[in-house]
């Protein structure tokens, strides 16, 4: 049996993959990616505790199944969002989104 | 350690593919490259899925991430491709956010080992026990009044209410 | 460890054993042979499927269709297929290498993985999944994305265009199929396939649930690419769609995926609606099954070929709001119905219990009730559909009459 631990590796690693996307990548698409990235990481993470430690409670699926009822409706938004503000600046670069700036 | 049975090797597989389709998300240059590396890496997560008995969740991912977000970004990169694609792919401070992936992964791994560490992994080598709650238990818990319904019943609010907003967002003003 | 008779994986695995191989060893092997029967069965079939569409369109349009190669032609294909293969491989300028390889390949992957969870008989069948319909759904999703990359990777304009609106297309049409498939999930109480096939032996979901069933074949026509729905793949508008940079082989490809695509929907429609293997002497010949299942395949797909050949195309746009606006309503209301009544008939009493379940006379008055509010349902809704195009109707001639006043008023000649 795999130990708990190479799960929870695995989820971490893919975390922090989505970390660094979200911080350097200049395309709002790209940074999306890696937000779904994160979240999938999330319930790899969720699901390898709920397997391991309370696999009788339905705590950990439930919270599962909201994670991704989340993801989705968080990646409508913002590819809704991305393309109205490509079609306002021509541009989904996130550095030239900066009218609010000081 | 680790003796080299199917479920093993599956593992190996799976995660081999999770967290190589991450990287090719977060480094490549041409985005329906990186859709495609997201694509693999949500499907090594979904096999992750069933190998920790998990398998309405699998093909859950497999139906809503890959079915459906993944080609929603597909959409969204072929509908925002600008003329010139030859900036960079990083901008300025990617070094920093390199540093702070890296911080976040060490703290993560020293969080995750150092309960294990030294005992050969005996307290969280094997599942608690192998008797799990099936989908039944799932759909159930869902609906009970005394467990998730409420949080269920408002997944299903933001639901229509993020359906609404992204067709409102994106429409055309006419 | 003597052999028994469970399935064929089973018997050889214990042969292997007995023999003298290691049991891990003989236990893949057994699973691999199966493996191998569960794909090669559909990619044997489709060459009947495609020579059969290719006779009954032929027969509707008055013409004979194939008959040169092989006795009536059946060898039709096997001559296809020689062709496409000694074709050249070509891969245009500038498309994604990769991608571009992979397509086909994952479109006829989604199609094939479908077949490894259809129960053939009451002991056959690939892997009795726990949650085989959500799989063969999501199975089904992935080919969406096949033709996505194949759009995108053919460095075609209007190959782009294509897989555009067929994505749009079949993903939006996957909605009202998936509330359709609720419906006899909650009847049979289960995800599994095997176990919606056996909670029909007392009475076929297509009478307890007819418009689910009718909303779920229509969306198999939607997401099929079938007519009246076949703008997918218009030969005749523009230009072939998303696999016109394919030739050869990777064309043969889609083609074949397209053709299994469609006897698979019908293949899901006959195991969730009309019974699946069940059927006279079942239980004592197993395979008879097989057999059973085939021929209640054949009439929702020869229902299909002749639609094909029959009815005219609609627009994306007409495509589109008839979806949105007519199949999604109907089915999210036909969950609601069923499930409220499932519900009442349990209280109720009449609801077969679990000893009995198999028994026709049990089953009956549970099944007329759905069946007569279905029936009322379906009234209903066909009484506003009718109102709705009386009103609209109405609308186009006050406004067909408001232009002929005003043309009279401009051009005074007009008025005689």
């Known amino acids: 049996m795999i130990p708990l631990w190479m799960y929870l590796v695995v989820a971490a690693a893919m975390f922090c993959i989505g970390v660094y996307g979200v911080l350097a990548r200049r395309n709002a698409v790209a940074i999306l990616m890696s937000v779904e990235l994160m979240l999938s990481a999330v319930n790899i993470n969720l699901i390898a505790f709920w397997r391991y430690v309370t696999p009788q409670n339905m705590s950990g699926q439930a919270f599962t199944a909201f994670v991704f ?16 503000i490509y079609r306002s600046r021509r541009s989904v670069i996130v550095n030239d989104v900066n009218v609010l700036r000081g | 350690m680790l003796e080299l049975n199917a479920q093993t090797i599956v593992f190996f597989i799976f995660s081999l593919l999770t967290l190589g389709g991450a990287l090719g998300v977060v480094t490549n240059r041409n985005l329906i490259h990186g859709a495609i590396y997201l694509i693999i890496s949500l499907f090594g997560g979904a096999g992750l899925f069933v190998l920790l008995s998990a398998p309405f969740f699998a093909a859950v991912q497999v139906l809503v991430y890959i079915g459906a977000i993944a080609i929603l970004i597909i959409f969204a990169v072929m509908l925002t491709r600008s003329m010139t694609q030859l900036r960079e792919v990083f901008n300025r401070q990617w070094w920093a956010s390199a540093l702070v992936g890296l911080l976040l992964f060490g703290l993560m791994l020293v969080g995750v080992i150092l309960p294990v560490w030294g005992t050969g992994g005996s307290n969280a080598d094997s599942p608690v026990s192998e008797l799990t709650a099936t989908t039944q238990d799932l759909g159930v818990a869902l609906v009970d009044g005394n467990q998730y319904v409420l949080p269920f019943e408002v997944a299903s609010l933001l639901l229509t209410a993020a359906m609404i907003g992204a067709i409102v967002i994106a429409r055309e003003d006419d | 460890m003597e052999a028994q008779c469970i399935n064929i994986i089973e018997t050889m695995a214990s042969c292997l054993v007995r023999g003298g191989t290691d049991p891990g060893l003989a236990q893949f092997l057994s699973i691999a042979l199966g493996v191998l029967v569960v794909t090669l069965l559909p990619l044997i079939l489709v060459i009947i499927f495609i020579w059969l569409e290719r006779k009954i369109a032929a027969r509707v349009q008055d013409r004979i269709g194939p008959n040169r190669v092989g006795p009536f032609g059946l060898l039709q294909n096997v001559a296809d297929a020689v062709k496409l293969i000694i074709k050249e491989d070509i891969t245009p300028a500038g498309a994604d290498r990769l991608i571009y390889n992979a397509a086909p390949v994952i479109a006829i992957l989604s199609v094939i993985l479908v077949w490894g969870v259809i129960p053939y008989s009451p002991i056959h069948i690939g892997a009795d999944l726990g949650i085989g319909v959500v799989y063969v759904v999501a199975v089904g999703s992935v080919g969406t994305l096949a033709i996505m990359m194949a759009g995108w990777s053919s460095n075609n304009k209007y190959a782009l265009l294509g897989a555009f609106r067929v994505v749009a297309a079949l993903v939006s049409y996957e909605v009202p199929m998936i509330l359709a498939l609720l419906v006899p999930l909650m009847i049979a109480g289960t995800m599994s396939m095997q176990g919606i096939v056996e909670a029909q032996q007392g009475m076929w979901f297509i009478v307890s649930a007819p418009i689910a069933a009718l909303v779920f074949y229509i969306s198999n026509l939607a997401e099929t690419g079938r007519a009246p729905f076949d703008l997918i793949e218009a030969e005749s508008e523009l230009v072939a ?11 043969g490809l889609f083609m074949a995926s397209e053709f299994l695509h469609s006897f698979t929907a019908n293949l899901l429609f006959a195991v969730i609606f009309l019974g699946g293997w069940s059927g006279p002497f079942v239980q004592q010949v197993p395979a008879l099954g097989f057999v059973w299942l085939m021929a ?26 008839f979806n949105w606006k007519f199949l999604v309503p109907v089915a999210l209301v036909n969950v609601l119905l069923v499930a409220l009544i499932l519900k009442v008939v349990q209280e109720l009493g009449l609801s077969p219990s679990p000893e009995n379940a198999t028994d026709f006379v049990a089953n009956v008055p549970q099944a007329l009730i759905l069946l007569v509010a279905n029936l009322i349902m379906g009234v209903i809704v066909l009484n506003m559909l009718r109102n709705q195009g009386r009103r609209e109707r109405m609308a186009d001639q006050a406004r067909m009459l408001r232009t002929v006043e005003q043309d009279k008023q401009i051009v005074p000649s007009a008025a005689r």
Request: net charge positive.
């Open chain 3, 241 to 251: 769609g998303y696999n016109i940079e394919y030739s050869g082989m990777k064309f």
């Open chain 3, 296 to 321: 209640k395949t054949a009439v929702p797909y020869l229902f299909t070929l002749i639609l094909r050949a029959t009815i005219p195309r609609v627009r994306i746009d007409q495509m589109m709001a």
């Open chain 1, 69 to 84: 009822v989340v993801a989705a409706a968080e990646a409508a938004v913002g590819l809704a969002i991305v393309i109205s």
